[in-house]
């Protein structure tokens, strides 16, 4: 089954402890991406990866990191993690013009 | 440069009346657009897909949505709402090159009342 995993879906933390939340694809597709999620506000890019190696900054990228070595999977960096960054997560992946295929979200609390 | 604009955060239906779910864009380069759903506690799904040719677009569970270049629209409509189709509804645009770096609303949240 085509999907896109991420992990943990529930995460609380203290302020400062690096984390890292996993995604991974099995579509074999070239372009990942994280966003996050807050009430009212949409869906806001934080990196975004087009292919093994090649990363960028999205819309909100301060306080992430994000790396890329393998096609499959893209993992969420915080490496000091501040309660603004309470939020719910998304990852999600797509082959060309095709349309976003959605992992089912980590809601991360920093206390 | 790309923006959208979701007009009304909240929409609310009697079941069986029409849904309309509006959606505006801005896109320095043709547009595709594309309207998510997204459940209680779960990730996006496609609900159908603006890319080139036919204007008027059908998706999954009965809606629609028409692109109108004159107006830089794409609304969202369904003829007669089920208590099912309450959820929350994301505008997305993106570049004609890369439909993942996408620019999403601000979110409808639709109630369908009984």
């Known amino acids: 089954e085509a999907q896109v995993t991420q992990n943990p879906r529930y995460l609380i933390t203290v302020t400062g402890k690096k984390l890292t939340v996993t995604c991974s694809q099995n579509?074999?597709?070239?372009?990942m991406s994280w966003y996050r999620q807050d009430p009212g506000l949409g869906l806001r890019q934080i990196y975004y990866?087009?292919?093994?190696?090649?990363?960028d900054k999205g819309d909100v990228p301060e306080g992430y990191k994000v790396s890329r070595k393998e096609k499959r999977n893209f993992p969420l960096i915080l490496e000091s993690p501040s309660p603004n960054q309470t939020s719910l997560y998304f990852c999600?992946?797509?082959?060309?013009?095709?349309?976003?295929?959605f992992g089912n979200g980590t809601r991360l609390t920093v206390t | 440069a790309q923006s959208v604009t979701q007009l009304g955060s909240h929409v609310s239906v009697s079941e069986g009346a029409l849904v309309l779910l509006r959606c505006n864009y801005s896109?320095?380069?043709?547009?595709?657009l594309f309207w998510y759903v997204q459940y209680p506690n779960q990730g996006l799904q496609l609900l159908l897909k603006?890319?080139?040719?036919?204007?008027l677009v059908k998706g999954i569970n009965g809606f629609e949505a028409e692109f109108k270049k004159s107006e830089t629209s794409f609304h969202l409509t369904k003829p007669s709402a089920h208590m099912s189709d309450a959820a929350e509804y994301f505008c997305?645009?993106?570049?004609?090159?890369?439909?993942?770096?996408?620019?999403f609303g601000d979110g409808t949240t639709l109630t369908v009342k009984p």
């Open positions: 999600a992946s797509s082959f060309g013009v095709s349309p976003l295929h």
């Open positions: 579509m074999n597709h070239e372009y």
């Open positions: 990866s087009m292919n093994v190696e090649v990363t």
């Open positions: 896109s320095s380069v043709p547009p595709y």
């Open positions: 603006y890319t080139t040719g036919a204007t």
């Open positions: 997305a645009v993106s570049g004609n090159t890369n439909a993942g770096k996408s620019t």
